[in-house]
Every structure is written in structure tokens, then in C-alpha cells.
């Protein structure tokens, strides 16, 4: 049972353009929503998250969209940076405070040149 | 943000063996816990590493593969017990720091068992 779906495997943007990263889960008491992102052999960098009080959170170039009855979130990243290629992470908690974090599958990000 | 180191950062191990990974924070924390990354997978839970009392395992893990210590504040291990290849994985060690509601990961110990 996957609670928390990210249905894109990958995603291929041009630098400078949006990226839109998607994430969908189907449990109704995941209060707590976070972003991170994975370079290879490093562990998981945090980016942003957001409470399900909230329907958006904005960090710089990174903004976190949560939609509580279609139980959807998105990251945007505008613009694009080559830096920012790498996979990333939705990440949902039943207990404020971060606690038993359920990952989705992750969703590479490519920023082309 | 926290800094959390974790040893070995790799290893490759022979089926049958155990491996001890150590994890350590630079300051004070309030939670611990340990993942797993499975190849081509998402992270998945496998315990939080209680200070002072035996960690708490979720579905489909145990303490016998699993046994985990956190003797303070700063350092917690996990073993992985009589390793198979199935039990080649990317293990992380997190952390939440008090007051705070982000969880910190390590950079990650790679296993490989043959």
C-alpha cells in the first residue's frame, strides 16, 4: 500500500524554465509535508515543507502547493538551475514534529542546458 | 541544521555476517531514527532509536535483524544481523532536533552483502 505516490520518474526541464514536481497521498491524516532532495551517495537534503494548515509555502526559489481534498502537493522551482539536478523526495508525517516520515518513490530531475 | 556523520560509509560484507553502522550528531537531539533505500526504492522506516529503552520497529522489521542502540543525546548504531543480498541497501540515520519539525538525514552507509 503506498501511501505516498510520486508518479513521475523522471522529469527533463530547461534551465531557466519552471519544474514541477508532483506528489499524491491517500492517507486523510497526514498532517505534515516535506520536500527533499537527493544527490547520488549522499543522503537526503531537506528543502521545504509545509503544514496541512497552510496551502502554500515559499522558500526562495522553491514553493510547496498543497491541495488537502484533492490530497495533492506539488514543488515548483523557478527558475531552473543546473544544480538542481537530482532526485527528489516527498515526504509525509501523521505526527507534527517530523516523526515517521513515509517517502514516495522519488522523481529525477534533469535541468538541461 | 544538524551534522550527522555516519560509519562506515560503505562496506561490502559476506552473507552470514553482521555489520554495526554508527551514527553521530553534532549537538543534542531529540529523535533518532533509522531508513532503509533499497535499490530503484523510496526510503522506508525501519525503527526510532529510543535513548535509554529499546528502539520501536515498524511493520515488517525486527530486533533480531535489526538491533539498534542510542546510549545518549548524540550517537545511536544499527546492526544488520546475519545479512543476506537481499539486505543490500542504502542504511540512513535522522535526526529531529527539539522544537524543530524537520527531520535531518546522514549521508548514508552503503552496503553491499554477497
Known amino acids: 500500500d503506498q501511501q505516498v505516490k510520486q508518479n513521475s520518474p523522471s522529469l527533463s526541464v530547461q534551465e531557466g524554465r519552471i519544474s514541477i514536481l508532483n506528489c499524491d497521498y491517500t492517507?486523510?491524516?497526514?498532517?505534515?509535508f516535506l520536500w527533499y532532495k537527493k544527490y547520488p551517495a549522499e543522503g537526503p537534503t531537506f528543502l521545504i515543507s509545509?503544514?496541512?494548515?497552510?496551502d502554500k509555502n515559499e522558500d526562495g526559489r522553491f514553493t510547496v502547493f498543497l491541495n488537502k481534498s484533492a490530497k495533492h502537493l506539488s514543488l515548483h522551482i523557478v527558475p531552473s538551475q543546473p544544480g538542481d539536478s537530482a532526485v527528489y523526495f516527498c515526504a509525509a508525517s501523521q505526527i507534527q514534529g517530523a516523526q515517521k516520515l513515509v517517502f514516495g518513490q522519488g522523481t529525477r530531475l534533469t535541468i538541461n542546458p | 541544521s544538524a551534522v550527522i556523520s555516519q560509519k562506515p560509509s560503505r562496506d561490502i560484507c559476506q552473507r552470514g555476517t553482521s555489520l554495526t553502522i554508527q551514527c553521530q550528531v553534532d549537538s543534542q537531539v531529540t529523535m533518532m531514527f533509522w531508513y532503509r533505500q533499497q535499490p530503484g526504492q523510496s526510503l522506508t522506516l525501519i525503527a526510532t532509536a529510543n535513548q535509554g529503552s529499546e528502539a520501536t520497529y515498524e511493520s515488517g522489521f525486527v530486533i533480531d535483524k535489526f538491533p539498534i542502540s542510542r546510549p545518549n543525546l548524540t550517537f545511536s548504531t544499527l546492526t544488520v544481523s546475519n545479512m543476506s543480498p537481499e539486505d543490500s541497501s542504502i542504511y540512513l540515520c535522522?535526526?529531529?532536533?527539539?522544537?524543530?519539525?524537520?527531520?535531518?538525514f546522514g549521508p548514508g552507509t552503503r552496503l553491499l552483502v554477497l
Open positions: 509545509i503544514s496541512s494548515i497552510k
Open positions: 492517507n486523510s491524516m497526514f498532517d505534515y
Open positions: 535522522s535526526v529531529v532536533r527539539g522544537g524543530q519539525e524537520t527531520q535531518y
